[in-house]
């Protein structure tokens, strides 16, 4: 992508009866000084929309940036909007510094240059090549809020009515709320083991604060630890922009009837980045004990941090990163269970559990076959035999006793590893003979 300079400004106002637009001047200057210029409306909804979602893309802006302006019941007074202008103005200068930013999809949509703006044709802002997981992390956060995800019809005579047929309606919004509750929860426990215990191993190359090194730390920590804080950071604006104002106003027969299903279908191809974290997970946590056992500096900063923390150990942090897609699951199942049979929901839900099993039994799979290969890398080593063939796989383990002769006292007790073209049989307790292996020929077998 050619680097251009962006200058945005808004240029005027314009006070509706229900809301104010915002009209937004962007001015392109390329590589080549040609101008190119923008004219797009917003609403105070899009700026809101906007700011929760760059603040994902880059977490340093959340101390840059103006603070947001708040929801005012006088909002269509002349003093609030000209205050929300000047925030608003504040925060497009801020933001035009940041390339990254400027190239995102979500930038590109808001100011106009993809879409509705009066001028549509840019050369030069053609986003860089991205990954698939890139791109459906933007395609997540460019989906709708709350107004395109309600009950069409009479909301309170409908929800009435399903009172009047012991619906039990405080429960589904109890869930919503527990959804949530536990979404920042997640999001807090993610920020604590990044920043007070990630961070500190992987900065202090003397080991002087942590007691070991940031190569012993790759250790300990499983990989995508941020990338998965700033994937739940992304969840968590996505489920507050669609339904956190409607909690706080205690507004029943929007909530009841509020979709959230399409948001949990939506995050399914993104979860694959869970997928290096969970094979490595049991590795890391045996490197944690080992260390602790055999570093005391290590252990007693582990203490220490423990207690800013709120009492939540690594391990304790590291063990929820495993445990949240099944907990979506089970929120969801418990969601279709209080919903009315024809709640404009339960469809949604349906595919979004579907959406979030295929995606957690693909990690399992994957998993199994992590853990084989690591084990399989490891009787290589221990045997010193070339086992990684292309296309090899050990499929499972098991103690099994063979015999030459009719009594249980002339059995002898292996060890079994299945391959996908042999078994490998590790008597353990004769640490001087190499194991046998049961090479398949066609559908023989032979002795090797």
């Known amino acids: 992508m050619q680097k251009c300079a962006f200058d945005i400004f808004i240029v005027s106002t314009q006070i509706e009866s229900t809301f104010t637009t915002f009209t937004i001047k962007t001015v392109v200057v390329d590589k080549d000084d040609n101008v190119t210029t923008f004219l797009v409306d917003r609403r105070y909804s899009e700026f809101e929309e906007l700011y929760n979602t760059v603040i994902v893309l880059n977490v340093a802006l959340r101390s840059i940036l ?3 302006p708040r929801k005012n019941p006088f909002k269509n007074s002349e003093r609030v909007v000209e205050e929300r202008r000047n925030r608003f103005d504040n925060m497009m200068a801020v933001l ?35 990954s698939d997981f890139e791109k459906n ?11 395109d995800r309600v009950f069409e019809g009479d909301q309170d005579a409908e ?9 039990n309606v405080s429960e589904r919004i109890s869930l919503l709320k527990e959804i949530l509750s536990s979404e920042v929860n997640y999001v807090k426990f993610m920020s604590d083991l990044y920043f007070n215990y990630y961070k500190p191993v992987m900065d202090d190359k ?12 790759k250790m300990i920590f499983p990989p995508m630890i941020n990338d998965i804080h700033n994937l739940h950071c992304a969840i968590l604006s996505k489920l507050h922009m669609r339904y956190g104002p409607f909690l706080r106003e205690e507004n029943e027969s929007t909530l009841y009837f509020m979709q959230i299903g399409d948001i949990f279908s939506s995050i399914a191809p993104l979860l694959s980045i869970y997928v ?8 890391c946590i045996s490197a944690i ?14 203490a220490k941090t423990k207690k800013q923390t709120n009492g939540f150990d690594i391990t304790a942090l590291l063990i929820m990163v495993v445990q949240r897609i099944p907990r979506y699951i089970i929120f969801l199942q418990n969601l279709i269970k209080v919903n009315d ?26 998993i199994r076959k992590g853990q084989m290969y690591n084990k399989m890398c490891r009787l290589a080593d221990k045997f010193n035999l070339e086992l990684d063939k292309h296309d090899r796989q050990l499929l499972t383990e098991a103690v099994v006793w063979t015999t030459s002769g009719t009594f249980i006292k002339d059995s002898v007790k292996y060890t079994a590893y299945l391959f996908n073209d042999m078994i490998l049989l590790d008597n353990e307790s004769s640490t001087s003979k190499p194991p046998k292996i049961v090479q398949f020929v066609w559908c023989f077998c032979s002795w090797r």
């Open 159 to 167: 929800l009435l009515r399903l009172k009047e047929a012991n619906v």
């Open 289 to 302: 004990r080992e260390y602790r056992n055999t570093i005391q500096p290590f252990d007693a900063w582990l």
């Open 276 to 283: 290096p974290y969970l094979r490595n997970y049991d590795d």
């Open 206 to 217: 003397d080991q002087n604060a942590t007691g070991i090194t940031p190569e012993q730390g």
């Open 96 to 130: 035009s510094q940041y390339e990254s930013i400027m190239s995102s999809s979500v930038m590109r949509i808001f100011l106009g240059i993809d879409g509705d703006s009066q001028q549509t044709d840019v050369g030069d802002l053609q986003t860089s090549n991205k």
């Open 66 to 68: 103006p603070q947001f």
């Open 137 to 147: 992390m933007e395609q997540f956060l460019l989906m709708g809020g709350s107004q």
């Open 341 to 366: 049979p024809d709640h404009i929901d339960v469809e949604q839900l349906k595919d979004a559990i579907s959406c979030l099993s295929i995606v957690m039994n693909g990690h399992n799979e994957q």
